[in-house]
C-alpha cells in the first residue's frame, strides 16, 4: 500500500510544499528524494525496480545520442525495448504465462507469485517513449540524473498516471516556472479531483458492492443497475486520480495533459476512446498503431494488435484480453460499417453507451463464471427484478443523479462562469470541498484507487 489519505494530506504534501518552495535551487532534487519515498513507503524493496528501469533509459539515451543514426543506436533501442518489457513481463506476466502453460500441455510447474510493483505499467511506458523518441529525433538527451529520475519516478502521477511522455515536460523539467495563479488553478484541479474520488467514486463504490455482492445482481434490471455503478466508480476513480495529478503538477510548475474529457458523453465507440485515457489512446496509437501502417495498411490488423495489446496491458487475466478485442471488433464493425451508413451522432448513441456498459462488465468481472452469470441475467434468462433491486434503486436514486450529472461538463460550464463572476468562490468551494473530504476520510479504512493494480 501507499501513504493513507491523511498521512498524504496532512504530512506528506505540506513537507514536500514547503521543502521545494524553501529550496528553489534543490527542486529536481526534492522531488526525487519525496518521489522514492513515496514510493519506497509502501514497497520499498520493488523501488530497485524502478531506478532499474529508469537507470537503463537514461543509459541508453546517452548511447542514442552519441550514436546517433548509427546501428549502435539501433542496438540501444532495442536493448531498452528488451530489458523493459522483460522486467514488465517477468512482473506482471509471468504466473499467467506460466498457468496456462500448466493447463495447455497438462503440466505442474510452479507458478510465479510476485508482487506487481506498484505504476510498473506506467512508469514503463514513460521511460520508452523516451527512448523511442529519443531514436526519432524528436527530443534531445537529458544529461542530468537527477532531472531524469525526477521524471522516472515523479510522485504525483507515478503510480496511476496518466501517462506523461519526456517530449511533454522536456523544458519544464529543468526550465519550470512556478507562479501563485498555478499554484491556485492546481489546489482547485487536485480539490476537485479528491472530491470526485472520497465522495463520488467510493460512494458508488459502495453501490456496485451491494449489488454485486448480495445476489441482486441476479435478475435484469440488477445486473444492469450494478454495472451503471461501476462505470460511474470507475470514471470518478481515474479520473479523479488523473486530476489530483495533474492539479499537484501545476502546483510545482508542470503541465501534464488531460486525461479525460467527459467520455460517457461520447456519440461513437471511436470518440469514446478519443475521450478515455488519452494518455494510453495516444502512446499506443504513436508507438503501435502508426508504425504497424495505421490507416494507410492493414487497418483491421492493426486494431487487432492495438487493442489485444491494450487488453493486455491492463492485466494478465483472459477477460482484459477479451476486453481489449471486443472493442477491437466495435472499432471495426463501427469504422467499416456502421459509420459508412449512419451519418447521425443521435442514431448512434442508441448504441455506444449500453456497448461501453457490456465493457465494463468483462472489465469487472475477472472470474468466468461469474461473467458468465451476469450475461445470462442481464440479458433475460432471469427475473426481470425483485424488491432488493428497487430498495438499493431509490435509496441510490439522488446519488445516481448527482453521479450522472457530476460526469457531463454541466459542473464545470457552472464552476467557470462562477469564477467569472464572483472570483471569491473558488477558494470558499475549495475549503468547503476540503472540509467534505476529511469529514469523509476520518475513521475510513484505507480504499485505494483502482487503477493502482495496473
Known amino acids: 500500500m501507499v501513504f493513507s489519505s491523511l498521512t498524504f494530506l496532512c504530512l506528506f504534501l505540506p513537507a514536500f510544499l514547503l521543502i521545494y518552495y524553501t529550496l528553489p535551487r534543490m527542486r529536481n532534487v526534492t522531488l526525487v528524494i519525496f518521489s522514492l519515498v513515496f514510493y519506497a513507503f509502501g514497497e520499498p524493496i520493488w523501488i530497485v525496480a524502478l531506478l532499474f528501469s529508469g537507470g537503463i533509459d537514461y543509459v541508453h539515451g546517452i548511447i542514442i545520442e552519441k550514436h546517433f543514426g548509427k546501428w549502435q543506436a539501433k542496438a540501444a533501442l532495442l536493448s531498452s525495448l528488451i530489458l523493459n518489457l522483460g522486467l514488465l513481463c517477468i512482473f506482471k506476466y509471468s504466473g499467467f504465462i506460466v498457468e496456462n502453460i500448466n493447463a495447455i500441455f497438462r503440466l505442474t510447474l510452479p507458478i510465479p507469485t510476485l508482487t506487481l510493483p506498484l505504476g510498473i505499467s506506467f512508469y514503463t511506458f514513460q521511460t520508452l517513449s523516451y527512448s523511442i523518441d529519443m531514436y526519432r529525433g524528436e527530443i534531445k538527451c537529458q544529461h542530468s540524473l537527477t532531472a531524469?529520475?525526477?521524471?522516472?519516478?515523479?510522485?504525483?502521477?507515478?503510480?496511476?498516471?496518466?501517462?506523461?511522455?519526456?517530449a511533454d515536460?522536456?523544458?519544464?523539467?529543468?526550465?519550470?516556472?512556478?507562479?501563485?495563479?498555478?499554484?491556485?488553478?492546481?489546489?482547485?484541479?487536485?480539490?476537485?479531483?479528491?472530491?470526485?474520488?472520497?465522495?463520488?467514486?467510493?460512494?458508488?463504490?459502495?453501490?456496485?458492492?451491494?449489488?454485486?455482492?448480495?445476489?441482486?445482481?441476479?435478475?435484469?434490471?440488477?445486473?444492469?443497475?450494478?454495472?451503471?455503478?461501476?462505470?460511474?466508480?470507475?470514471?470518478?476513480?481515474?479520473?479523479?486520480?488523473?486530476?489530483?495529478?495533474?492539479?499537484?503538477?501545476?502546483?510545482?510548475?508542470?503541465?501534464?495533459?488531460?486525461?479525460?474529457?467527459?467520455?460517457?458523453?461520447?456519440?461513437?465507440?471511436?470518440?469514446?476512446?478519443?475521450?478515455?485515457?488519452?494518455?494510453?489512446?495516444?502512446?499506443f496509437r504513436d508507438y503501435v498503431y502508426i508504425p504497424l501502417g495505421g490507416n494507410r495498411r492493414l487497418q483491421?490488423?492493426?486494431?487487432?494488435?492495438?487493442?489485444?495489446?491494450?487488453?493486455?496491458?491492463?492485466?494478465?487475466?483472459?477477460?482484459?484480453?477479451?476486453?481489449?478485442?471486443?472493442?477491437?471488433?466495435?472499432?471495426?464493425?463501427?469504422?467499416?460499417?456502421?459509420?459508412?451508413?449512419?451519418k447521425r451522432e443521435s442514431i448512434c448513441r442508441i448504441y455506444t453507451l449500453p456497448a461501453v456498459l457490456i465493457g465494463w462488465a468483462l472489465f469487472y468481472f475477472t472470474d468466468a463464471t461469474e461473467l458468465f452469470a451476469w450475461f445470462k441475467a442481464a440479458f433475460g434468462?432471469?427475473?426481470?427484478?425483485?424488491?432488493?433491486?428497487?430498495?438499493?434503486?431509490?435509496?441510490?436514486?439522488?446519488?445516481?443523479?448527482?453521479?450522472?450529472?457530476?460526469?457531463?461538463?454541466?459542473?464545470?460550464?457552472?464552476?467557470?462562469?462562477?469564477?467569472?463572476?464572483?472570483?471569491?468562490?473558488?477558494?470558499?468551494?475549495?475549503?468547503?470541498?476540503?472540509?467534505?473530504?476529511?469529514?469523509?476520510?476520518?475513521?475510513?479504512?484505507?480504499?485505494?484507487?483502482?487503477?493502482?493494480?495496473?
Request: glycine share 6%; hydrophobic share 50%; net charge positive.
Open 300 to 342: 483491421t490488423r492493426n486494431l487487432i494488435i492495438v487493442w489485444f495489446l491494450t487488453g493486455l496491458w491492463h492485466g494478465a487475466s483472459w477477460n482484459f484480453i477479451l476486453w481489449g478485442l471486443y472493442y477491437a471488433a466495435l472499432l471495426i464493425i463501427e469504422k467499416f460499417i456502421i459509420l459508412r451508413f449512419v
Open 381 to 454: 434468462s432471469a427475473p426481470l427484478y425483485d424488491f432488493r433491486v428497487y430498495s438499493v434503486f431509490y435509496s441510490n436514486i439522488f446519488l445516481l443523479i448527482i453521479l450522472t450529472i457530476a460526469a457531463s461538463p454541466l459542473p464545470k460550464r457552472i464552476a467557470t462562469l462562477a469564477r467569472e463572476k464572483l472570483p471569491i468562490l473558488e477558494p470558499i468551494l475549495n475549503v468547503a470541498l476540503m472540509l467534505a473530504v476529511f469529514t469523509m476520510l476520518v475513521g475510513q479504512t484505507y480504499n485505494p484507487f483502482l487503477y493502482f493494480r495496473f
Open 169 to 283: 515536460i522536456e523544458d519544464e523539467l529543468n526550465h519550470r516556472k512556478t507562479t501563485l495563479a498555478g499554484f491556485s488553478d492546481g489546489i482547485t484541479r487536485f480539490a476537485t479531483g479528491l472530491g470526485k474520488k472520497v465522495l463520488l467514486a467510493n460512494a458508488a463504490g459502495r453501490a456496485v458492492e451491494t449489488m454485486f455482492y448480495g445476489n441482486i445482481r441476479h435478475t435484469v434490471l440488477g445486473s444492469w443497475l450494478g454495472i451503471i455503478f461501476y462505470a460511474f466508480q470507475i470514471y470518478f476513480d481515474f479520473s479523479g486520480y488523473s486530476d489530483m495529478a495533474i492539479g499537484l503538477g501545476r502546483m510545482i510548475g508542470f503541465t501534464y495533459k488531460e486525461n479525460f474529457n467527459y467520455p460517457y458523453i461520447a456519440p461513437t465507440i471511436t470518440d469514446f476512446w478519443r475521450r478515455w485515457h488519452i494518455s494510453l489512446s495516444t502512446f
Open 148 to 166: 531524469f529520475l525526477a521524471y522516472v519516478a515523479m510522485f504525483p502521477q507515478l503510480v496511476a498516471g496518466p501517462i506523461v511522455r519526456y
